[in-house]
Nanobody
């Protein structure tokens, strides 16, 4: 099994910044894509940003130029730096990882979610 533990999040004013971090642990054999999704009240979960093991990234159009995703392969962590926050960024943010373990093939794993609220 793989556990994803998120930290960061909280409240920010419009135009402000927040940083989310996620650490993967467990019987990890290989970590593939990692990243972040979010779900606002009454909406479906949506991709925010992903980063492949080689470092290439993918962003939702709504966050391009404002959010930056990065990873530390040695520490099995992924970070989302969020700048110029907008009220519409308010959501529960979920860490995501695709991984193999000593007991299973590639699977998707999710963190428990962390609340981000942008409000004046």
């Amino acid at each position: 099994q793989v556990q994803l533990v998120e930290s960061g999040g909280g409240m920010a004013q419009p135009g402000g910044s927040l940083r989310l971090s996620c650490a993967a642990s467990g019987s990890i054999f290989r970590l593939g894509t990692m990243g972040w999704y979010r779900q606002a009240p009454g909406k479906e979960r949506e991709l925010v940003a992903t980063i492949f093991s080689g470092g290439s990234t993918n962003y939702a159009d709504s966050v391009k130029g404002r959010f930056t995703v990065s990873r530390d392969n040695a520490k099995n962590t992924v970070t989302l730096s969020m700048n110029i926050l907008k009220p519409e960024d308010t959501a529960v943010y979920y860490c995501y990882a695709r991984a193999t373990t000593t007991l299973s093939t590639w699977r998707d794993y999710w963190g428990q979610g962390t609340q981000v609220t942008v409000s004046s």
